[in-house]
T-cell receptor, first 114, second 110 residues
Framework: GQQLNQSPQSMFIQEGEDVSMNCTSSSIFNTWLWYKQDPGEGPVLLIALYKAGELTSNGRLTAQFGITRKDSFLNISASIPSDVGIYFCAGRPPYGAGSYQLTFGKGTKLSVIP | NAGVTQTPKFQVLKTGQSMTLQCAQDMNHNSMYWYRQDPGMGLRLIYYSASEGTTDKGEVPNGYNVSRLNKREFSLRLESAAPSQTSVYFC?????????FGPGTRLTVL
C-alpha cells in the first residue's frame, strides 16, 4: 500500500525558533492533511491542502502541497511551549469515489525548550 | 456539541478477556473509523464504516470486530484480548476526507 515518510522523527528546538517538517511519498496524493496530537489527546486537524502547489496558513503554521503531489511541508514560525506534541501528515491517494483510506505518516515529535 | 466521544478512557485486561470500546459522534457524519496507535507506528486503520449498516476491514483487522449500531455509534470489540493489542485506540468520524478524532482509549493487556 501507500507509504509516507515523515521527517524528522523528533526535534528539540528553542522557544522562538522556526520549525520545518515534511512528508514524502513514492506515489501521488490528491489531498494532504496535517494533524497535531497533544500528549494524551487525539489528533486535531491543523491544515488541509487540496491542490498541488497550494500554500495555506493557519496562524503561525504554514503548509504546502508539493507541486509533484508526492510531498508536503509544514512550517511553524516563532515556536512557543504549547507547540509541543506530535505532528502527523496524512495523504489521500487518487482512488475513485469511496476512498476513505487516509495514509498517515509516523509523526514528528516536537519538543520546545523554554 | 461534543464531537467524537470514546469510553472508557483507560482499561486494563488480562489475556483472553473480552471487552467493547464505545464511540459516538454528534456531527451527523456518515463515516466512522477505528485506529490504533503504537509507538513508532503512527495511526493504523483497524475497521471503518462508510455508512450506517456497512463495515469494512482496514489495515490491521485481525483480533477485532466492529458494530455500527446506528449513525452515531461505532463500537470495537476484542473477543479474546492479547498483549499485542496493548495500544491506544482512536475512533474518528468524517463526512468528507477530513477526519475528526476522539480522545482515545488507552488499553493494556497483561
Amino acid at each position: 500500500g501507500q507509504q509516507l515518510n515523515q521527517s524528522p522523527q523528533s526535534m528539540f528546538i528553542q522557544e522562538g525558533e522556526d520549525v520545518s517538517m515534511n512528508c514524502t511519498s513514492s506515489s501521488i496524493f490528491n489531498t494532504w492533511l496535517w494533524y497535531k496530537q497533544d500528549p494524551g489527546e487525539g489528533p486535531v486537524l491543523l491544515i488541509a491542502l487540496y491542490k498541488a502547489g497550494e500554500l495555506t496558513s493557519n496562524g503561525r503554521l504554514t503548509a504546502q502541497f508539493g507541486i509533484t503531489r508526492k510531498d508536503s511541508f509544514l512550517n511553524i514560525s516563532a515556536s512557543i511551549p504549547s507547540d509541543v506534541g506530535i505532528y502527523f501528515c496524512a495523504g489521500r491517494p487518487p482512488y475513485g469515489a469511496g476512498s476513505y483510506q487516509l495514509t498517515f505518516g509516523k509523526g514528528t515529535k516536537l519538543s520546545v525548550i523554554p | 456539541n461534543a464531537g467524537v466521544t470514546q469510553t472508557p478512557k483507560f482499561q486494563v485486561l488480562k489475556t483472553g478477556q473480552s471487552m467493547t470500546l464505545q464511540c459516538a459522534q454528534d456531527m451527523n457524519h456518515n463515516s466512522m473509523y477505528w485506529y490504533r496507535q503504537d509507538p513508532g507506528m503512527g495511526l493504523r486503520l483497524i475497521y471503518y464504516s462508510a455508512s450506517e449498516g456497512t463495515t469494512d476491514k482496514g489495515e490491521v483487522p485481525n483480533g477485532y470486530n466492529v458494530s455500527r449500531l446506528n449513525k452515531r455509534e461505532f463500537s470495537l470489540r476484542l473477543e479474546s484480548a492479547a498483549p499485542s493489542q496493548t495500544s491506544v485506540y482512536f475512533c474518528a468520524s468524517s463526512e468528507a476526507i477530513v477526519k475528526f478524532f476522539g480522545p482515545g482509549t488507552r488499553l493494556t493487556v497483561l
